[in-house]
């Protein structure tokens, strides 16, 4: 009996050392804040693909991507079709940046494509193509992260409502540069309804502390997903 | 609401009520059932009697009629909208007794308003049962007294389910229930008193074409408008609208007026009332007479002298389309 414990205690002791051995760099993923869970299909992706869509505002349509892979990925870039019924009319778009610009394996990213100057109307459909690189960790990545947000009311003028936002640096160096918070802002089903995004042009953020950043919405946004980026 | 320091309210006696047949009528069947087969089946007949209330109860057929999100291999019970209210309201496009307008939102683009904005309410159950312990965008919530379901089936959208509120209409309610149904009109929320909703916007355009599981799709309530134009002064017509008194006047800058009595809505002045311009200023001749018809084509008319003296301004709202449109003749 003593043997097996004896054992027992080993194996664990055994466990908790090896959990405890730093393995190979992994990339700095952050995540994005969130009150909501967004509405997605049940089944990840096989790869890095679109797994949900807004509805156009005006020209412009938020997207929810999702790494299906096993690996941490980056410079992810989603080409957009937008195909307006009836008239055949294809307009198409390409994302500038998702947030967090690092997705980890089964991350999301939050962004917005602009289809040009013209509104699209309602029945619009879409189509995605995604391309991503794996993640090559490196010492000097920035990481920005958006730790808290906070909603004020509703109110009346061209501001319908504000965020605050506490981003915080989790790089290993101070970030001195712009950060962009992006918010995607969902309905009463957890379905994507648009996206917003409001940029501080100079930041000055030492690994591990934090800014606050404000962003004026013109819609309401009872339900989010936030993060933040660098540059 | 603990959290926002407000009590929740009692139980309505029509919920108290139905509370008690769920609870009777679960005993009753208990004294028949294994103790597992009691578990499942007094969940699926509370869900039932508290859907449909009495009906079920006397005329039992299958408690299955009534599904809950979750349920549907797919159909509208699980795209996680609410469903219309003229749904579960005998028909009527209006928000249900023991519910509030709580918030609102636009869809643009919309073929059921001419390829217009299309608008939302969202009306809030009045809170009775206990606190969810859960707040969001400044409200906090109650936990509903009538289950989350489908009250079609799988191919309707769900009814005392989502907790969410954008808030803009009744500010002054901190707490609820769920959304219990939506209320949906071409005319913007905020211009319609009884509502008391503020201007800010909020924006769902997947939403543009949902189609009401009933006749309804845009129409104002049913038989809810009531006409008595009776002049007050000599420049001020007095009418009801839809339960709501509304005084027509044009000012001195020659602006046709729209006066409704709702004390506490925002924009209400000191005295209840809010004021809407049905025109711009200098369309109508400064302190004119307002003459008040309804009924031609089954829509409410203003008339008033142009600014230029030699024309009338004719404003028909017409109730099909819940709006105001401005002729000039």
Redesign the interface.
């Known amino acids: 009996m003593r043997h097996v414990v004896r054992s027992l205690v080993l194996a664990l002791a055994a466990v908790v050392i090896i959990g405890a051995i730093p393995g190979e760099a992994v990339a700095v993923t952050p995540a994005l804040l969130a009150n909501v869970e967004p509405a997605l299909p049940s089944t990840v992706p096989s790869a890095v693909a679109v797994v949900a869509n807004s509805a156009p505002v005006g020209a412009n349509v938020g997207i929810v991507a999702r790494n299906g892979t096993a690996k941490a990925v980056d410079r992810v870039k989603v080409e957009a079709t937008a195909k307006v019924p009836g008239g055949g009319t294809v307009v198409r778009a390409t994302t500038v940046k998702l947030t967090p610009a690092t997705l980890a394996p089964g991350g999301l990213a939050i962004g917005n494509l602009a289809f040009g100057k013209a509104d699209l109307p309602s029945g619009t459909t879409f189509s995605f193509k995604v391309a991503s690189k794996k993640a090559v960790p490196n010492a000097h990545d920035i990481a920005l992260e958006v730790r808290e947000a906070l909603l004020s009311r509703a109110m009346e003028g061209p501001v319908a409502q504000q965020m605050a936002v506490t981003v915080a640096n989790l790089g290993a160096k101070t970030y001195t540069g712009p950060v962009t918070v992006t918010v995607m802002c969902f309905g009463e089903a957890r379905n994507p309804a648009f996206v917003k995004t409001a940029t501080v042009k100079k930041a000055k953020v030492e690994s591990g502390a934090t800014t606050p950043v404000t962003v004026d919405l013109s819609l309401l946004c009872p339900k989010y997903m936030v993060g933040a980026s660098a540059r | 609401m603990s959290s926002a320091g407000q009590e929740p309210q009692r139980p309505s006696r029509a919920i108290a009520f139905t509370n008690w047949l769920v609870s009777r009528t679960s005993r009753a069947l208990e004294r028949g059932t294994s103790r597992r087969g009691f578990l499942i089946g007094s969940a699926m007949v509370g869900t039932a009697v508290a859907v449909a209330g009495v009906d079920y109860a006397l005329h039992p057929g299958s408690a299955y009629a009534f599904v809950v999100p979750g349920e549907c291999a797919g159909g509208f019970c699980e ?4 469903e219309f209210c003229c749904a579960i309201n005998n028909g009527i496009n209006a928000c249900p007794v023991n519910t509030f307008a709580g ?1 609102w ?1 636009r ?4 073929s059921f308003c001419g390829g217009g904005t299309r608008y939302y309410i ?1 009306c809030m159950q009045t809170c009775c049962g206990p606190s969810k312990n859960y707040c ?3 409200y906090c919530y109650c936990e509903s007294c009538v289950p989350c379901n489908c009250p079609g089936g799988c191919g309707t959208r769900r009814v005392f389910c ?1 907790y ?5 209409c009744h ?1 002054e309610i901190p707490v609820s229930g769920p ?1 219990a149904c939506r209320v949906v009109s071409c005319t913007p929320p905020y211009a319609v008193a009884g509502n008391a909703c ?12 949902h189609a009401a599981n009933c006749a309804t799709n845009v129409d104002p309530a049913a038989g809810a408008a009531t006409i008595s134009p009776r002049r007050k002064a000599r420049n001020v017509i007095q009418v009801m609208l839809f339960g709501t008194l509304n005084c027509f006047l044009v000012d001195g800058e020659g602006t046709l007026l729209q006066k409704i009595y709702a004390p506490g809505a ?1 924009g209400a002045d000191g005295n209840g009332w809010a004021t809407y311009s049905l025109t711009p200023a200098g369309h109508c001749s400064a302190g004119t007479d307002v003459e008040a018809e309804d009924g031609f084509q089954n829509n409410f008319h203003l008339f008033a002298k142009a600014a230029d003296g030699q024309h009338v301004i004719h404003i028909t709202y017409v109730r099909s389309q819940s709006r105001w449109v401005e002729q000039t003749h």
């Open positions: 795209d996680g909208y609410t918030g939102w869809a643009d683009s919309s969202d969001q965008n400044g989502n969410f509120r954008y808030g803009q500010t959304i503020l201007t800010t916007p909020a924006v769902d355009n997947s939403t543009a074409e925002p």
